[in-house]
């Protein structure tokens, strides 16, 4: 028989060993519950930092978006996060999106990160999707050329209270505008090796903070996400008073991310960011369906006018019979007889084979 754990735990919350399930705390449920449309309406907008070193090296960027969204018909929040930067000069990056409900419940979301070594790359990849009252998880891990892949499934009974990487961003941004956060918030979460772990939120308070040529309050909050083997995980986060992400900084680690001008600076000037759409899943999805809608409208339309094909092998037939020099003369010499205002008149004879 296992002994139980020593430390304490919030109302509503329930502490798992192995098989047993973690729960997330009344008052965590209680918040999210009570989320409120017009809170999600102010929710609702882009953030975008930079990341740098204790030295204050520039190493890469971080950006957030938050939309309203339609998945399979139905009306919901979509999350798009993206990390791009360096670690030690070696590419890295990190892309997270999200189709959440207005209780912030995940229903579809994508993880994708990666750090691109001398010959010896890191690939991780996550995914998750509700389908028939279950959580389906599929996570595929590359190190070098070695693959391994995992699936694993939950009922949705159990993860009542889930926060992800992606509905983390929207819920931080909605406790940022409260500028408070309930005691004893414990949701749940998943670990790196997909166990259902806790995840805990504390308030750090206000402080001054500059941002720019400016020095702004701000309003921290503390997420702690805990492990059943290794040792738990903070990140410090502080947002400005519209729930703007002025600073994101993972607790010992020498890399912090920053608000480098407020709105009202920045509408100054924009800097242009790189733009990978190959590596990110929404911008890479709404590529396809664009190319395959615009397949299927030009095939559409090449049926109802079959003179088309005609035109063009006829027009092909000629060019390749001549081969002239000048293509383009040749084109503007064939076609003319086509126009409108010729055809009213009595055109030359066009060119015959």
């Known amino acids: 028989m296992e002994a139980p754990l020593e430390e304490e735990t919030p109302a509503g919350a329930s502490v798992g060993i192995q098989g047993l399930q973690l729960k997330a705390s009344d008052e965590a449920l209680t918040f999210l519950s009570s989320i409120e449309p017009a809170e999600l309406l102010k929710s609702v907008f882009p953030d975008s930092l930079v990341t740098v070193s204790e030295g204050d090296r520039d190493l890469g960027t971080f950006s957030v978006t938050v939309e309203f969204a339609r998945r399979l ?44 070594l001398d010959g010896h790359n890191l690939d991780n990849r996550c995914h998750m999707v509700q389908h028939d009252g279950q959580m389906l998880i599929d996570k595929v891990t590359t190190v070098g050329e070695e693959t391994t892949m995992e699936s694993i499934s939950y009922p949705m009974s159990v993860l009542n209270g889930l926060v992800t990487e992606g509905s983390n961003l929207l819920l931080m941004r909605v406790v940022a505008l409260r500028k408070k956060v309930p005691e004893h918030m414990t949701l749940i979460s998943f670990d790196q090796a997909l166990h259902i772990v806790r995840t805990t939120f504390s308030a750090l308070g206000l402080k001054q903070l500059e941002v720019g040529e400016a020095t702004v309050e701000v309003f921290g909050v503390e997420r702690t996400v805990h492990s059943l083997e290794d040792s738990p995980i903070a990140w410090q986060c502080y947002f400005l008073a519209d729930g703007h992400m002025a600073s994101r900084v993972q607790v010992g680690s020498p890399v912090s991310m920053r608000l480098l001008q407020l709105q009202s600076q920045l509408e100054k000037g924009f800097e242009k960011i790189p733009l990978v759409w190959e590596e990110d899943m929404y911008m890479r999805s709404k590529f396809w369906d664009r190319k395959e809608e615009l397949k299927a409208d030009h095939a559409s339309y090449l049926r109802r006018h079959p003179e088309i094909r005609a035109l063009t092998a006829d027009f092909l037939q000629f060019l390749l019979l001549r081969k002239p020099d000048d293509v383009f003369q040749f084109a503007r010499e064939y076609f003319p007889p086509f126009a409108p205002s010729r055809l009213l008149q009595t055109s030359p004879k066009a060119p015959s084979f």
């Open 73 to 116: 018909q139905q009306p919901c929040l979509l999350v798009h996060a993206q990390s791009q930067g360096t670690i030690d000069d070696s590419p890295c990056g990190t892309t997270v999106t999200a189709y959440l409900t207005t209780e912030l419940e995940v229903l579809e979301e994508d993880y994708h990160e990666y750090v691109k």
